[in-house]
Antibody, heavy 120, light 106 residues
């Protein structure tokens, strides 16, 4: 059974940093691209960042480029999102998401999310 | 960035009726389009990818079509569990972008 378990969310002040982690199990992690998708309270879905199977391609939404960094550790089946210079508008539920394939072809498994609240 | 526009924003239908949801891309995404369902309090669920390929275990009442810039998701006979919000997503180019969603309500 595929499982994606996010951690690292919480309440943080504007301008501070937070690191999200995602522990993956139940599939061959290094064969698939992975993504972070967020959803602000009562809003729609926003792709934050993605990384291909071998970290050869990495992408970011314009809203987070230069502030967030995605990475993966294939040896430990883990995905990360380093979030710096956090803003109030980064407040959202952050989902760790598995891709259908090694690069980008739809997101077939989602974690339950970790809530990030940016507020003073 | 490719902008995805979904219509209508809200679709009111009765159980057993057919529902057709639309999604338009601001430029061609070929067939690199997916549909997701999100029920309240739950994570999204993949329904369709590559514009028309059903995800594993998806009931046959769900079907996707289109290519280029115009896409549709059809639910042939709505069941109670189908009342939810539906999102389209393009993955032809990064950044990946989602539509704003269509809420299917009773």
């Amino acid at each position: 059974e595929v499982q994606l378990v996010e951690s690292g969310g919480g309440l943080v002040q504007p301008g501070r940093s937070l690191r999200l982690s995602c522990a993956a199990s139940g599939f061959t992690f290094h064969d698939y691209a992975m993504h972070w998708v967020r959803q602000a309270p009562g809003e729609g879905l926003e792709w934050v960042s993605g990384i291909t199977w071998n970290s050869g391609s990495i992408g970011y939404a314009a809203s987070v480029k230069g502030r967030f960094t995605i990475s993966r550790d294939n040896a430990n089946n883990s995905l990360y999102l380093q979030m710096n210079s956090l803003r109030a508008e980064d407040t959202a539920l952050y989902y760790c998401v598995k891709d259908v394939t090694f690069d980008s072809r739809g997101f077939d498994y989602w974690g339950q999310g970790t809530l990030v609240t940016v507020s003073s | 960035e490719i902008v995805m526009t979904q219509s209508p924003a809200t679709l009111s239908v009765s159980p057993g009726e057919r529902a057709t949801l639309s999604c338009r891309a601001s430029q061609s995404v070929s067939s690199n389009l997916a549909w997701y369902q999100q029920r309240p309090g739950q994570a999204p669920r993949l329904l369709i990818y590559d514009a028309s390929t059903r995800a594993t275990g998806l009931p046959a009442r769900f079907s996707g079509g289109g290519s280029g810039t115009e896409f549709t998701l059809t639910i042939s006979s709505l069941q109670s569990e189908d009342f939810a919000v539906y999102y389209c997503q393009q993955y032809n180019n990064w950044p990946v972008t989602f539509g704003g969603g269509t809420k299917v309500e009773i």
